[in-house]
């Protein structure tokens, strides 16, 4: 069977552990503050998630730049030189033009690689919604499986993997323009904590609000048991905005009535994190729609 790699973007926000266990191909978006500019590796290496997070804290504003077409095409032909095919998994359309990107490379490079193949999926996901689809292919790899047969459970899971976030601040939804001024005051004021999905189209929707932190946690964890398949043999995936103590009690409490097979918790990277604030946790796992 021929060898191939799998390539996701920097917005899956896996852990280090699970990229370097599984050789999985990162590839970066940007993201800066006024007069800064950095690429959100992985490991963070030019600026920390912490210090990100701080900055968001104060106040600055931070915005996000897809991977463009030249970028793509660098990183795939590294690939395509040393004899392989490539299965890259990519960050909801719906949100960004980086899937789009990834196409116009695919087309480029296949008039000069036309012995090779470059397999672009929409996940139609995001942050460790897109993670956790990575990582079932990259162990469906590891296993032994075929590009075809990684290909064809992703085209009939990706709709299944479930994603549920719950923010902590109103106001950097208000500015993505998902509520309005006044809703974000008068909920702000009142302890009113939306909960959110990611829909089949891969937009983040609005679904429903309750009254206090611990409340939106708690509903996450209803969603999950209304809908999810199989948890003692199926991974979640949680993520966070710079609340890990709050995650932890999400997880635990999924261990404790649901009895998963693994949970894995990690920060939302900053390309998400610019968009949904700090306080956001997110919770993702395979259901019976999303």
Same mark, same amino acid.
């Given at each position: 069977?021929?060898?191939?790699?799998?390539?996701?973007?920097?917005? +899956?926000?896996?852990?280090?552990?699970?990229?370097?266990?599984?050789?999985?191909? /990162?590839?970066?978006?940007?993201?800066?503050?006024?007069?800064?500019?950095?690429?959100?590796?992985?490991?963070?290496?030019?600026?920390?998630?912490?210090?990100?997070?701080?900055? &968001?804290?104060?106040?600055?504003?931070?915005?996000?730049?897809?991977?463009? +077409?030249?970028? *793509?095409?660098?990183?795939?032909?590294?690939?395509?030189?040393? !004899?392989?095919?490539?299965?890259?998994?990519? *960050?909801?359309?719906?949100?960004?033009?980086?899937?789009?990107?990834?196409? &116009?490379?695919?087309?480029?490079?296949?008039?000069?690689?036309?012995?090779?193949? &470059?397999?672009?999926?929409?996940?139609?996901?995001?942050?460790? !919604?897109?993670?956790?689809?990575?990582?079932? +292919?990259?162990?469906?790899?590891?296993?032994?499986?075929?590009?075809?047969? /990684?290909? =064809?459970? @992703?085209?009939?899971?990706?709709?299944?993997?479930?994603?549920?976030?719950? @923010?902590?601040?109103?106001?950097?939804?208000?500015?993505?323009?998902?509520?309005?001024?006044?809703?974000?005051?008068?909920?702000?004021?009142?302890?009113? =904590? $939306?909960?959110?999905?990611?829909?089949?189209?891969?937009?983040?929707? $609005? @679904?429903?609000?309750?009254?206090?932190? =611990?409340?939106?946690?708690?509903?996450?964890?209803?969603?999950?048991?209304?809908?999810?398949?199989? $948890?003692?043999?199926?991974?979640?995936?949680?993520?966070?905005?710079?609340?890990?103590?709050?995650?932890?009690?999400?997880?635990?409490?999924?261990?404790?009535?649901?009895?998963?097979?693994?949970? @894995?918790?990690?920060?939302?990277? $900053?390309?998400? !994190?610019?968009?949904?604030?700090?306080?956001? &946790?997110?919770?993702? *796992?395979?259901?019976?729609?999303?």
């Amino acid at each position: 069977m021929k060898n191939y790699i799998i390539v996701t973007d920097s917005t +899956a926000d896996l852990p280090i552990d699970i990229i370097e266990k599984y050789g999985i191909v /990162v590839i970066p978006l940007g993201f800066g503050f006024e007069g800064e500019n950095y690429l959100n590796y992985p490991d963070h290496r030019q600026l920390s998630i912490n210090e990100f997070y701080e900055r &968001i804290k104060k106040g600055e504003r931070s915005t996000t730049t897809l991977i463009n +077409a030249k970028t *793509f095409e660098e990183y795939f032909e590294r690939i395509l030189m040393d !004899g392989n095919d490539i299965l890259y998994l990519g *960050f909801s359309s719906a949100l960004s033009g980086t899937y789009n990107s990834s196409l &116009i490379a695919r087309e480029e490079l296949l008039q000069k690689y036309s012995n090779l193949r &470059i397999e672009c999926i929409d996940t139609f996901a995001a942050s460790l !919604g897109e993670g956790l689809l990575v990582y079932y +292919a990259s162990k469906m790899k590891q296993e032994g499986k075929s590009i075809d047969e /990684v290909m =064809k459970w @992703v085209a009939d899971n990706k709709f299944h993997l479930c994603h549920w976030f719950t @923010v902590d601040d109103l106001n950097h939804l208000k500015r993505g323009g998902r509520i309005n001024a006044m809703t974000a005051t008068i909920g702000t004021a009142l302890g009113v =904590k $939306p909960i959110l999905h990611v829909d089949n189209g891969g937009y983040l929707v $609005p @679904v429903s609000n309750v009254r206090g932190r =611990k409340r939106s946690i708690n509903a996450l964890l209803e969603r999950m048991e209304t809908t999810c398949i199989n $948890p003692e043999d199926n991974s979640v995936f949680i993520s966070h905005s710079e609340c890990f103590e709050e995650a932890e009690y999400l997880g635990n409490l999924i261990k404790e009535k649901l009895h998963v097979k693994e949970v @894995v918790i990690n920060y939302i990277g $900053p390309v998400i !994190g610019s968009h949904t604030g700090q306080g956001t &946790i997110a919770l993702f *796992f395979l259901g019976t729609e999303r």
